[in-house]
């Protein structure tokens, strides 16, 4: 009878998560966003069987707190967080507001490279179109998932323009092309039709993720840069540098495809580089 119990709650958990993965493709949710809420509540369920029958705050609390104590930062326990309260709401329909403040995030600059070790990790690639993806990830501040999405039909080299279809939250904007890569994508794209994928898999689609990841990795392995750099770092680095250089904060926001302008004022730090500008009233 037990097992019985069980065959038919694992069922329940299964038709449930199928429910919420229905219900945000109707809200357009990303498939990355897709993909991490149902691992959160496939954890969270885990951690507390009784939850598809009960809303416990106390349950959900022990649950933040666990993976606090297995080192889990802020930034992820609030995804596990929303993925909780969007199951609740949505799926299970509880309306009983869920009273969980999310974690205080870690206040700090972010983490950038500077323009010589930028290219100085392009310069350890030796295919070409992984190495223009890098330089072009830099140059033009593209999130991964817009970089790999990106169609040939996307890029305006004579207005030296980028269209941005696939951003964030189904956003679309537009953003520059750099110049000195003009030649470059004008060459590669020479032969492309439309409607192809710009940086398209030997197999014809898009780049998986993971692919450009370990490009970016293994490319920084092999300099001496001890920055613990990821892919995203180049678009922190593009922001930044723009400001070092005078941009208004403004067009860095649209460049960026940033709803509020307090999302960008994180690369308002001031930097070495502005340090070193400012003239001492002596």
Not at 39 to 57: A, Q, V
Not at 117 to 136: D, E, F, G, P, T
């Amino acid at each position: 009878m037990h097992k019985l119990t069980k065959i038919m709650s694992e069922k329940k958990v299964v038709r449930m998560l199928y429910e919420m993965e229905s219900e945000m493709i109707i809200r357009n949710y990303s498939p990355r966003t897709q993909k991490t809420y149902l691992y959160s509540i496939g954890k969270y369920l885990k951690f507390d069987p009784e939850g598809m029958r009960r809303c416990s705050h106390e349950m959900i609390k022990k649950f933040l707190v666990q993976k606090a104590n297995d080192g889990i930062g802020p930034v992820s326990r609030n995804l596990y967080l929303c993925a909780i309260k969007f199951f609740y709401f949505n799926v299970l329909k509880r309306r009983k507001e869920i009273k969980i403040p999310y974690a205080k995030r870690p206040k700090g600059s972010p983490l950038t490279l500077s323009h010589e070790m930028v290219l100085q990790i392009a310069s350890q690639i030796n295919n070409y179109k992984h190495k223009l993806l890098v330089l072009l990830a830099y140059g033009t501040g593209l999130r991964l998932s817009e970089i790999i999405n990106l169609q040939v039909r996307d890029i305006n080299l004579y207005a030296r323009t980028i269209h941005v279809r696939a951003g964030k939250g189904a956003k679309r904007r537009f953003t520059i092309l750099p110049d000195k890569l003009w030649d470059r994508l004008k060459m590669y794209l020479k032969h492309r039709q439309f409607a192809d994928y710009v940086f398209k898999s030997n197999r014809g689609g898009k780049l998986h993720p993971r692919t450009v990841q370990k490009v970016f990795q293994t490319a920084l392995k092999k300099t001496d840069i001890t920055v613990p750099a990821t892919f995203h770092t180049l678009r922190h680095s593009f922001a930044t540098h723009l400001l070092e250089n005078g941009t208004d904060i403004r067009y860095i926001q649209k460049l960026l495809g940033h709803s509020s302008l307090k999302t960008t004022q994180i690369y308002t730090h001031v930097t070495g580089k502005m340090i070193g500008q400012i003239k001492s009233p002596l």
